[in-house]
Nanobody, 126 residues
Framework: QVQLVESGGGLVQAGGSLRLTCATSGRSFSTNAMGWFRQAPGKEREFVAAISWSGGSTYYADSVKGRFTISRDNDKNTVYLQMNTLKPEDTAVYYC???????????????????WGQGTQVTVSS
């Protein structure tokens, strides 16, 4: 059974940092692009960041560029999202996702991702 499990969310003050972790199991995603998305209350889910299978390419939403960093450790089957200088508008449920295309390119398109985690809540207070 394929699972993506996010952790590391919580409550933090504006300007603070959090690191989200996405642990995968059930199959290897070492040859698949991975991404992070988020959904704020009353809003559509939106793209946050993505990383290629090798980690050599990354892509960020403009709203998080320069503050968030996506990385991966294929030996540990884990993807990370380091979030710095957090803002109240970053408050959302954050989801990890995996693209089923082997050696596929980085994509921001939600419908290109086939596997999803259950999400972890990030709340940034002002």
């Amino acid at each position: 059974q394929v699972q993506l499990v996010e952790s590391g969310g919580g409550l933090v003050q504006a300007g603070g940092s959090l690191r989200l972790t996405c642990a995968t199991s059930g199959r290897s995603f070492s040859t698949n692009a991975m991404g992070w998305f988020r959904q704020a209350p009353g809003k559509e889910r939106e793209f946050v960041a993505a990383i290629s299978w090798s980690g050599g390419s990354t892509y960020y939403a403009d709203s998080v560029k320069g503050r968030f960093t996506i990385s991966r450790d294929n030996d540990k089957n884990t993807v990370y999202l380091q979030m710095n200088t957090l803002k109240p508008e970053d408050t959302a449920v954050y989801y990890c996702a995996a693209d089923n295309r082997r050696l596929g390119g980085v994509t921001t398109r939600e419908n290109q991702y086939d596997y999803w985690g259950q999400g972890t809540q990030v709340t940034v207070s002002s």
